[in-house]
């Protein structure tokens, strides 16, 4: 029973467009969501993160929208860059418990 | 930002023998570490929850006299793998929560990763 899904396995994008990476979650006790970007052979490092109370986040090329009566929240890069080529990862959490994790986008950014 | 360590980054052994991974938070205090590990192209597993000076809380599956966790310090967690087999190749990577009110109390803040091949 997965409560954090990424569909899309993988996602490629033009650089200097918007890339949109998108995240489901079913379970409605979760109140904090992050996203993560991982290289290959290294551990994820922290992006950006929302809170419930919130709807929008943003930090520089990096805007996380979070839908809470669909369980949906997205991750916005623009402009994308071949640097932002990478695995995203989705996660989320409640009462402190650990994250939960989605199976990751693969971002591939064309020049 | 915060930083976590991990040593080694990278470990060939043979099958039958023990491995231990340490995780180190660098700059701060961490009372809580996780344990995860990620199969190729799927998501990170969380293994065990690891609290300083207290027993880890292992996930559903996962062995706990197999993959021994101790937290000695709030600074350093070990995860040893015992009598390692091919299966438990895998990339092992360990998190750190901070105990300060600073970064917020649901980031944890991940290590570099450690790939283990066992032969």
């Known amino acids: 029973d997965q409560q954090v899904k990424q569909n899309s396995p993988s996602l490629s994008v033009q650089e200097g467009r918007i890339s949109i990476l998108n995240c489901d979650y079913t379970?409605?006790?979760?109140?904090?969501f992050l996203w993560y970007k991982k290289y290959p052979a290294e551990g994820p490092t922290f992006l950006i993160s929302i809170s419930s109370i919130k709807d929008k986040n943003e930090d520089g090329r990096f805007t996380v929208f979070l839908n809470k009566s669909a369980k949906h929240l997205s991750l916005h890069i623009v402009p994308s860059q071949p640097g932002d080529s990478a695995v995203y990862f989705c996660a989320a959490s409640f009462f402190n418990t650990p994250l939960v994790f989605g199976k990751g986008t693969r971002l591939s950014v064309i020049a | 930002g915060a930083v976590v360590s991990q040593h080694p980054s990278w470990v060939i052994c043979k099958s039958g023998t023990s491995v231990k991974i340490e995780c180190r938070s660098l700059?701060?205090?961490?009372?809580?570490m996780f344990w995860y590990r990620q199969f190729p192209k799927q998501s990170l597993m969380l293994m065990a929850t690891?609290?300083?000076?207290?027993?880890?809380?292992?996930e559903q599956g996962v062995e706990k006299d197999k993959f021994l966790i101790n937290h000695a310090s709030l600074t350093l967690s070990t995860l040893t793998v015992t009598s390692a087999h091919p299966e438990d190749s895998s990339f092992y990577i360990c998190?750190?929560?901070?105990?300060?009110?600073?970064?917020?109390?649901?980031?944890?803040?991940f290590g570099p990763g450690t790939r283990l091949t066992v032969t």
């Open positions: 379970n409605s006790m979760f109140d904090y």
């Open positions: 690891s609290n300083e000076g207290s027993k880890a809380t292992y």
């Open positions: 700059d701060f205090q961490a009372t809580t």
């Open positions: 998190s750190a929560k901070s105990s300060a009110g600073s970064g917020g109390s649901y980031e944890q803040y």
